[in-house]
């Protein structure tokens, strides 16, 4: 089993910046590909971003290249989303999801490939 906790999200202006982390526990970290996605009010659960076990690749949705990015601590067991440039659009419960079957460099974009979710944390872009 995987824990994970999300925290960071707030409300803030549009334009503003925010970081995102998940900290996770109960399977060693660097055997899991995290991403990020986001659910907001009435909408599907959608695609962020994804990194790989080892860091080494990194995917965006088009929605947010260029403006997030995505990074992880494997000694702290942490995966960081970097959210810039923000628009009232970003405004979702963003979640972290942690995906135990890939290689170093892979990484899936579906959200029905990963295994475990933390609860989400809510991120509110005021225009």
């Known amino acids: 089993q995987v824990q994970l906790v999300e925290s960071g999200g707030r409300l803030v202006q549009a334009g503003g910046s925010l970081r995102l982390s998940c900290a996770a526990s109960?399977?060693?970290?660097?055997?899991?590909?995290m991403g990020w996605f986001r659910q907001a009010p009435g909408k599907e659960r959608e695609f962020v971003a994804v990194?790989?076990?080892?860091?080494?690749?990194?995917h965006y949705a088009d929605s947010v290249k260029g403006r997030f990015a995505t990074s992880r601590d494997n000694a702290k067991n942490t995966v960081y989303l970097q959210m810039n440039s923000l628009k009232a659009e970003d405004t979702a419960v963003y979640y972290c999801?942690?995906?135990?079957?890939?290689?170093?460099?892979?990484?899936?974009?579906?959200?029905?490939?990963?295994?475990?979710w933390g609860q989400g944390t809510q991120v509110t872009v005021s225009s």
């Open positions: 999801a942690a995906d135990p079957r890939r290689s170093s460099y892979s990484y899936r974009i579906a959200g029905s490939e990963y295994d475990y």
């Open positions: 109960g399977r060693t970290f660097s055997s899991l590909a």
């Open positions: 990194i790989s076990r080892s860091g080494g690749s990194t």
